[in-house]
T-cell receptor, first 112, second 111 residues
């Protein structure tokens, strides 16, 4: 059975801290790994990772994939209160429906 | 540009009543369409997906059904709601690349 596991489940930090969110997976037909941010309603797309060892970066957020050890991390530096959200990791499958299998999410709260 | 519309935003329904949630996509043709459910504090569970008109695949056997009567319309239905159907329902689309784009969701409470 395909599995995507995120840790920690939740995290409380103060503004300016750096956080690392983890995502491990065991899936068939791996195509790519995606990170989403969900504040109140619709998850919004952050990154897509397909190759090992190549860091994707957007402002204070960065992410990297290790296809040998089957995990990815999402780093957020100099956190701000606006970073408070649920961060979702998903694996895209290389199959007919190109489905996404999601992890349970990490709830991040950034305090002022 | 592509947009996805999902309605209603919130819904409170009694047990045993029917359900119809609608999702439409604009600005793209022949997208893959998906229905997900998110229980409180949990990740997204794929319920149905569709690769074309009238083509529905179910991932989880349950009290729900889906239909795709038009290329950019995806409907989630139930004949009789159960308490366990409560949750946050998200419609999503994708075309080409792996990332999916989500609607704003419907928060369903069955009472």
């Amino acid at each position: 059975e395909d599995k995507v596991v995120q840790s920690p489940l939740s995290l409380v930090v103060h503004e300016g801290d750096t956080v690392t969110l983890n995502c491990s997976y065991e899936v068939t037909n791996f195509r790519s790994l995606l990170w989403y941010k969900q504040e109140k309603k619709a998850p919004t797309f952050l990154f897509m990772l397909t190759s090992s060892g190549i860091e994707k970066k957007s402002g204070r957020l960065s992410s990297i994939l290790d296809k040998k050890e089957l995990f990815s991390i999402l780093n957020i530096t100099a956190t701000q209160t606006g970073d408070s959200a649920v961060y979702l990791c998903a694996v895209a499958h290389n199959n007919a429906g190109n489905m996404l299998t999601f992890g349970g999410g990490t709830r991040l709260m950034v305090k002022p | 540009s592509q947009t996805i519309h999902q309605w209603p935003a919130t819904l409170v329904q009694p047990v045993g009543s029917p359900l119809s949630l609608e999702c439409t996509v604009e600005g793209t043709s022949n997208p893959n369409l998906y229905w997900y459910r998110q229980a409180a504090g949990r990740g997204l569970q794929l319920l149905f997906y569709s690769v074309g008109i009238g083509q529905i695949s179910s991932e989880v056997p349950q009290n729900l059904s889906a239909s795709r009567p038009q290329d950019r319309q995806f409907i989630l239905s139930s004949k009789k709601l159960l308490l366990s159907d409560s949750g946050f329902y998200l419609c999503a689309w994708r075309w080409g690349s792996p990332e999916a784009f989500f609607g704003q969701g419907t928060r369903l409470t069955v009472v």
